[in-house]
């Protein structure tokens, strides 16, 4: 089951989103490199796979990275204070185009969910955990993760 | 030139609409495919339709069908930009009448491809 | 870890000189995050001390390993269009015209990359020529690297989005992961080989040679070199594409500038062999001596210069 959502495939989307997007160049985004530290302040964003597959796409990191990451896809300057409405769409919207597609990699066509965005990720019944990349984006730690729930 | 950037994020719309921007175009935005409907409907001329796919409300395949069935729209130029990258929904909407297709994630260099592609901007000279 | 403002510097300098790429203040950290792999799998504990190293020990390997990691090979389908259009609109038609039949027609992509060019012109040449028109194309490039993902025909979603009109990557193109693989049919259209620009060219008459976006990179004897062997392998109707920013003129006298469509093409001159030391002075003025003999080389094509479009 995992192995339609391999994570070359998975890293591949991960990176296409942060280069086209948030970067403006390759190569930022690379695999975290020893242990992960624990999240202090984190924040989620995610959406669920619908249809014959279900699953979810999502995205862990410090809320300070998630306004980064806001204030880089809104082309906001670094000391420009996002409002909660901007941060919601902004890193919504970045798991909103890496679940549209890890869908693609399902082998039936499902729906995807509407993003969703919170400091507590709830938990999905029966879900197994398929991929689970640590990275790093300009050294701060992010979690791309994929769940299938059989 | 003016487009309607159509997309239930604002953030995927400002980006949308910025890009357009820098190629010369005015925009419009709408949150989803009915409000799109209610800006056309207001009598607001577009040349270029961007439509997300995935939108509470009117999803932008109705959105495609529905300007597809309105002779007086038939000007309008139908571009997907959505996240939905399956080959088999590219063919959907492709059939439904939209002209080309834009996968997220992309770059304003993608954007600018296509719609030189569609002619509504000119070929830019590469280096 | 941060990169000293002595590391950026000689890696913008080295870069700019060999790409003509610009790295400006803010893409330190573009810099540090490539070049951190290569200095992991140098054994280096850094980038200061791997490019120290590269620097200290003039390591030509090294700098060239350095510089394609920070230029991004960007290419796209149908890259600058109106060349398709051209050859779609006129070339195809014309070389149709005037060859014997059964024609066949043979194509050169050098220095084709990873194969957007060859792949867009077999989906155009798919789609114009009737299928009594048997055609063939060599896509060349200097490295394998690049020519073992043309062969593959695997391009990422990103790159998919490059120029690709929906239309055509639906018929050519299927889905595998994350990527998107050209179809077989397409693929066994284009023969990749590798070539160095600078060695005797591939044998054959070629109908049309796409040498697009590499002259830049070379000085002037080499330009005229690579030009002349080009003259060599045209076929007699056969024309040259070069880059939108490229031209023969002030560089080979041996060549026609011809405006076909939006796009222009390049055949050997009639008046002076392809070769001759270009003449700047003649060069630089349409309508003499030059441009009288091109519209009488074209018109034997059977179409008229500046009626084109």
């Known amino acids: 089951m995992s192995a339609m959502v391999d994570s070359d495939s998975v890293y591949a989307i991960a990176e296409s989103v942060f280069s086209a997007m948030i970067d403006g160049d390759e190569g930022l985004l690379l695999p975290w490199e020893g242990d992960l530290p624990q999240f202090a302040d984190p924040l989620y964003a995610w959406v669920d796979l619908l249809g014959e597959w279900q699953g979810r796409a999502a995205l862990t990191t410090e809320a300070p990275t998630a306004h980064a990451l806001a204030r880089a896809l809104l082309m906001m300057g670094d000391d420009e204070v996002v409002s909660d409405a901007d941060l919601i769409d902004a890193f919504g919207e970045i798991a909103n185009v890496v679940g549209g597609n890890v869908k693609a990699l399902l082998p039936t066509q499902g729906t995807l969910g509407l993003p969703r965005v919170d400091a507590v990720l709830p938990p999905h019944e029966g879900g197994s955990l398929s991929q689970e990349l640590r990275l790093s984006w300009r050294g701060q730690p992010i979690v791309v993760a994929v769940w299938l729930f059989g | 030139m003016r487009a309607l950037v159509i997309d239930d994020s604002r953030t995927m719309r400002r980006i949308v609409s910025g890009t357009l921007h820098n190629l010369g175009f005015e925009t419009v935005e709408a949150e989803h495919g009915q409000a799109a409907l209610d800006v056309l409907d207001s009598g607001v001329h577009v040349d270029l339709a961007c439509i997300d796919w995935n939108m509470p409300v009117m999803d932008g395949l109705t959105f495609v069908t529905q300007v597809r069935a309105d002779p007086a729209l038939r000007d309008i130029t139908l571009m997907m930009v959505t996240t939905e990258s399956e080959q088999s929904q590219i063919v959907r909407a492709l059939a439904a009448g939209a002209h080309e297709y834009l996968i997220k994630p992309f770059t304003a260099d993608a954007i600018r491809e296509k719609l030189e592609w569609l002619g509504l901007v000119p070929a830019e000279e590469y280096v | ?309």
């Open chain 3, 1 to 309: 870890m941060t990169l000293t403002s002595d590391t950026f510097e000689w890696v913008a300098t080295l870069v700019r000189a060999r790409s003509a790429i610009q790295l400006g203040p803010g893409k330190e950290y573009l810099v540090e995050s490539r070049l951190l792999p290569l200095a992991r799998a140098a054994g280096m504990p850094g980038v200061d001390a791997y490019v120290s190293k590269i620097r200290n020990g003039r390591d030509t390997v090294g700098e060239r390993a350095v510089v394609e990691a920070l230029t991004t090979n960007e290419t796209s389908w149908f890259r600058d269009n109106s060349p398709f259009i051209a050859l779609r609109a006129h070339l195809l038609p014309e070389l149709m015209a005037v060859r014997n039949r059964p024609v066949h027609l043979k194509f050169w992509s050098a220095a084709c990359s990873t194969g957007q060019e060859p792949y867009s012109l077999a989906m155009t040449l798919l789609d114009v020529l009737p299928p009594t028109v048997t055609f063939e194309i060599l896509a060349t490039d200097l490295s394998e690297k690049v020519l073992d993902r043309a062969r593959t025909g695997k391009y990422s979603q990103l790159e998919i989005n490059r120029g690709l009109p929906a239309p055509l990557m639906v018929r050519h193109f299927t889905r595998v992961g994350a990527e998107w693989q050209v179809s077989a049919d397409l693929r066994s259209r284009v023969t990749f080989r590798p070539h160095n620009l600078l060695d005797t060219p591939p044998p054959g008459r070629f109908d049309v040679i796409f040498l697009r976006n590499v002259l830049i990179y070379f000085d002037l004897p080499t330009k005229q070199q690579i030009l002349r062997r080009m003259a060599s392998v045209l076929s007699p109707e056969g024309s040259l594409m070069l880059g939108a920013a490229e031209t023969t003129i002030g560089v080979d006298a041996g060549w026609d500038r011809v405006p076909v469509g939006a796009a222009s093409v390049y055949r050997p001159s009639r008046a002076a062999p392809a070769g001759s030391p270009a003449v700047p002075s003649q060069s630089a003025r349409p309508g003499a001596a030059t441009g009288a003999l091109a519209a009488s080389s074209v018109s034997a094509l059977g179409i008229r210069a500046g009626a084109v479009r």
